[in-house]
């Protein structure tokens, strides 16, 4: 299946799974400061994806992608710290990093086929 608009695109449909997961995981949260860092982080994935594949050039999506695998490195980086603070357990950890590695396995397979 050829893509044709941003949403066919893996990686951005796993990171809206990882936003509302999130989401989900801190919504009782009140550390603002942290919330506000990790949910930025979570929606520029997405959002970083979606305007690189919109911008209709190979050079600009790469650069895009490299974006938003930063940000997803970021949010990996965050919830070591949500789970030494206790913020989550240690399988929302797992689950959360794992979808995290996911984006940024096929973040790098897409930025190599481009």
């Known amino acids: 299946m050829a893509i044709q608009k941003f949403e066919d695109v893996l990686s951005w449909q796993k990171s809206k799974e990882l936003t509302l997961l999130v ?27 979606a305007e690189g594949f919109e911008r209709k050039s190979n050079k600009e999506f790469i650069y895009f992608l490299y974006i938003a695998k930063g940000s997803c490195g970021e949010v990996r980086s965050m919830v070591y710290v949500a789970l030494d603070l206790g913020y ?27």
């Open 88 to 114: 989550i357990s240690k399988s929302e950890f797992a689950k959360t990093n794992q979808l995290c590695l996911e984006i940024s396995r096929l973040i790098s397979g897409l930025i190599k086929t481009l």
């Open 23 to 49: 989401y989900q995981l801190f919504k009782n949260n009140r550390d603002y400061s942290f919330l506000d860092q990790i949910k930025r982080a979570c929606i520029s994935i997405g959002n970083n994806i």
